[in-house]
């Protein structure tokens, strides 16, 4: 074992503690995939993150991401914690104001703007209208009749999100859905709020199979929906996001289009500076 700087950071909220957490192993050359699954199973957080050498000569250092049961090429909040501790830690970006993640899903470009982080997100590998049968499957799964679906759609980029929307943020929130039922979906559902409220769309992620079965804010899930709900003239790129309000958390994403390109930001908060023994 070796003794590693350790970080935990809150992504997505104003407030510390209110987001979703993320922690991050630094100078993690050298453990192996095992050793790592390990650590993230036992931190029991949505993700972990492993800080290594970068491999592409274009990037400031590349990343590992592990889900309490599997490793991903990607992942959002996780893309947007682990730049904000590598910089708390003393990382200098190549480029004035961008920081290039290396990950499995590819070189992804972090912009870094006065109190809030944003990443480019990465094209969607799956992005097509859900099967009729399956729309139904998941009907039952959150506990709603079948015509209350106005849209479902495949949005992977890394996590195997469907996206589903409903007719209003109230529909979302009032949600109870069964896990049992979910077997190893990744559903995340989005609504509209009343034109007078802060934030434009209320979302919730719910992934079955994992023992983070609601995830408090998800940056991959808002970037696949943002393309999604942007393509389908449903909303209006900048917006903002709200998520984990039935958890307690005040989680904000802004969405944002530039060149064709979504960018998903948030503000991350530095909460937990130490060691750990990997």
């Known amino acids: 074992m070796k003794v590693r700087p350790y970080s935990e950071v809150d992504v997505f909220s104003s407030e510390p503690y209110r987001g979703n957490a993320l922690a991050v192993v630094h100078d993690a050359d050298g453990l192996s995939t095992e050793e790592m699954q390990r650590f993230a199973t036992w931190t029991n957080l949505s993700e972990t993150t492993f800080l290594l050498a970068p491999s592409s000569p274009e990037a400031d250092y590349r990343v590992r991401i592990f889900t309490a049961i599997e490793e991903l090429p990607f992942a959002g909040h996780p893309t947007l914690g682990t730049a904000k501790a590598w910089l708390d830690a003393g990382g ?10 290396e ?18 997100a990465p094209p969607l590998t799956r992005y097509e209208p859900v099967d009729e ?23 992977v980029n890394g996590p ?9 943020a109230q ?15 990744e559903i995340g559902v989005v609504g509209p709020h009343e034109s007078t ?5 209320e979302v919730r992620a719910f992934v079955g199979g994992d023992p983070v079965w609601e ?11 943002a393309r999604w709900l942007t393509d389908t003239a449903v909303a209006t790129a900048p917006y903002a996001a ?5 958890l307690g958390r005040q989680g904000r994403v802004h969405i944002s289009l530039s060149d064709g390109k979504i960018w998903v930001g948030g503000q991350v908060t530095g909460c937990v500076e130490g060691t750990v023994r990997l």
């Open 197 to 201: 409220e802060e934030t434009q769309v």
């Open 92 to 101: 200098s970006p190549r480029l004035d104001g961008t920081v290039i993640q």
């Open 160 to 168: 195997r999100w469907i996206g589903v929307r409903l007719s209003s």
């Open 103 to 120: 990950c499995a899903a590819g070189l992804i470009p972090i912009r870094v703007a006065e109190d809030q982080l944003a990443f480019e």
């Open 133 to 155: 049968p399956l729309v139904q499957r998941i009907a039952e799964i959150l506990g709603i009749p079948r015509v209350n679906i106005l849209d479902a759609s495949w949005l």
């Open 215 to 225: 995830d408090p804010v998800t940056g991959s899930l808002n970037a696949g929906l």
């Open 171 to 185: 529909e979302v929130l009032s949600l109870q859905p069964d896990r049992a039922k979910a077997g190893d979906l």
């Open 242 to 246: 709200s998520q984990g309000t039935v």
